[in-house]
């Protein structure tokens, strides 16, 4: 009887002391892990529809009831927006536009917000110094939550501007899996400072009417309207709805924008061939080009040809800020010099143009104008002359 009593006490230890013991571990455990983030100084708040511009509740690497206190949706897209450079230590002003805009897309989505401010507010080569960490604290993050949470990386997009665009793609190649997307906002466009983030805030805003860009070897070539194929993934949505495309090398890729949101512009190639006896060249000579739809009209954009001589095919490139719709008639004027030019006065030089080639780089469609005299005289400082639609000859022979 007595031995089976120590046998139960000896016993009852024992599970005492496994029970300790398995705390232990647990507890060394949790510590070995929190551990594993104790150099992440990069801070991760999950921003909501209601709080677009503060920091209220952060997402803290190794500490899983943070999660759920900050109502993460384990079930939708997530959003991780890194800012850049700040001379004033403070988020730049886009950082909540951006964060509306991308809730007014996706609703149910999780937008995070990483805040490097102490490190972004550095001298610049400082800053751009620290992306590397930067970058390594969002990929921790980054896998810490799929493996935690088997949260899928598919749903993830890094979003990065300025300085923020280098620590995103660094935290996209250290991510045990890759990410669903990277956006380089940085080098998305370049453009005035902050127009690229909001080409990109505009994508999200106005989904109906995506910006497009056209793949082009160089400006000039671009303001001569030859780009404006998109034959061969030639040209792209820009933003958001960016269509996925393989390809081998970076291309750079080019378009016009209006100087406010919305952005989007209707890119034109016009081709016009001069005819005549003008043996002198024209240099530097401002035209005025009004294109009339089914829709709505754009009168008088202005374009310079750095020359123009007889008989010869100049092409150029125009935009509109309105959707004109299908095209049916054009005007073209050569304005003077000036509105006292002595040489216009005794002379005015002038071509004869019997058509007019535009190709619409949205629609890609292809319209031929044709004189309404069979040939124009376009003479310079004088009245407009008018280019209707021709008429398709073959679908004429098909209805005789």
Known sequence: MESKAL???ALGIWLQSLTVTRGRVAADD????????IDIESKFALRTPEDIAEDTCHLIPGVTESVAKCHFNHTSKTFVVIHGWTVTGMYESWVPKLVAALY?????????VVDWLSRAQQHYPVSAGYTKLVGKDVAKFINWMAEEFHYPLDNVHLLGYSLGAHAAGIA???????VNRITDVDQLVKCSH?????LFIDSLLNEENPSKAYRCNSKEAFEKGLCLSCRKNRCNNLGYEINKVRAKRSSKMYLKTRSQMPYKVFHYQVKIHFSGTESDIQTNQVFEISLYGTVAESENIPFT???VSANKTYSFLIYTEVDIGELLMLKLKWRSDSYFSWSDWWSSPGFTIEKIRVKAGETQKKV???????VSHLQKGKASVVFVKCHDKSLNKKSG
């Open 7 to 9: 046998f139960l006490m």
């Open 30 to 37: 949790r510590i070995t892990r929190g551990r594993d983030f």
């Open 104 to 112: 007014k897309r996706e609703p149910d989505s999780n937008v995070i």
């Open 172 to 178: 996209g190649s250290l991510t045990n899996k890759k």
């Open 194 to 198: 902050e127009r690229s983030i909001h």
């Open 305 to 307: 040809l750095p020359e």
């Open 368 to 374: 031929i104008f044709c004189s309404r005299e069979k």
